[in-house]
T-cell receptor
Framework: GNSVTQMEGPVTLSEEAFLTINCTYT??????LFWYVQYPGEGLQLLLK?????DKGSNKGFEATYRKETTSFHLEKGSVQVSDSAVYFC??????????FGTGTRLKVLA | DAMVIQNPRYQVTQFGKPVTLSCSQT?????MYWYQQKSSQAPKLLFH???????NEADTPDNFQSRRPNTSFCFLDIRSPGLGDAAMYLC????????????FGSGTRLTVV
């Protein structure tokens, strides 16, 4: 079946550090891939997406590239800020109207 | 701004007392979803509507019901809340499917006392 695996958190970084959150997936066909961010006490917000192999999604300095050969969609940011502290969820949509979410990775950025 | 609105943001209910959570959208999206999210966990899909077609997840307890009277509104009814039902409940919408992403509401945090 379809699944998403994310690196476990929490991830603690100093401000301006480089961020990578790993995400790998298992799916049949060609799913669309997403990163969502959840700030404390809030719902999830779409951060970026990619719908086919080699697509790069980007938003607010975050990037992720759809790598079919490694079945990965790692989230990166070159310089994190305190305001990036949140929980990040990787997700896939295999076309059945239902997402498969990863377990989430909590990021804490220290000033 | 077009959005997904959930009311209330916080709901306290008594053990066993029926409670209804509401969700409205101005996006005119076909699909509306209800997720349950417990602390530090991924959201868990309870059910979804594609237009008027209701789709229940196999492991969603019978205690949870949903209604969608029109395109804009969707309700989550918990018939007899137990302590284990305390969670954040998230409503989300998508246009015909998730390929373009979901739009989530801010959630309703349910406390059962």
């Amino acid at each position: 079946g379809n699944s998403v695996t994310q690196m476990e958190g929490p991830v603690t970084l100093s401000e301006e550090a480089f961020l990578t959150i790993n995400c790998t997936y298992t799916a049949t066909g060609y799913p669309s891939l997403f990163w969502y961010v959840q700030y404390p006490g809030e719902g999830l917000q779409l951060l970026l997406k990619a719908t086919k192999a080699d697509d790069k999604g980007s938003n607010k300095g975050f990037e992720a590239t759809y790598r079919k050969e490694t079945t990965s969609f790692h989230l990166e940011k070159g310089s994190v800020q305190v305001s990036d502290s949140a929980v990040y969820f990787c997700a896939l949509d295999s076309g059945t109207y239902k997402y498969i979410f990863g377990t989430g990775t909590r990021l804490k950025v220290l000033a | 701004d077009a959005m997904v609105i959930q009311n209330p943001r916080y709901q306290v209910t008594q053990f066993g007392k029926p409670v209804t959570l509401s969700c409205s959208q101005t996006l005119n999206h076909n699909v509306m979803y209800w997720y349950q999210q417990k602390s530090s966990q991924a959201p868990k899909l309870l059910f979804h509507y594609y237009d008027k077609d209701f789709n229940n997840e196999a492991d969603t307890p019978d205690n949870f019901q949903s209604r969608r009277p029109n395109t804009s509104f969707c309700f989550l009814d918990i018939r007899s809340p137990g302590l284990g039902d305390a969670a954040m409940y998230l409503c989300a919408t998508s246009l015909r499917g998730g390929n373009y992403g979901y739009t989530f509401g801010s959630g309703t945090r349910l406390t059962v006392v």
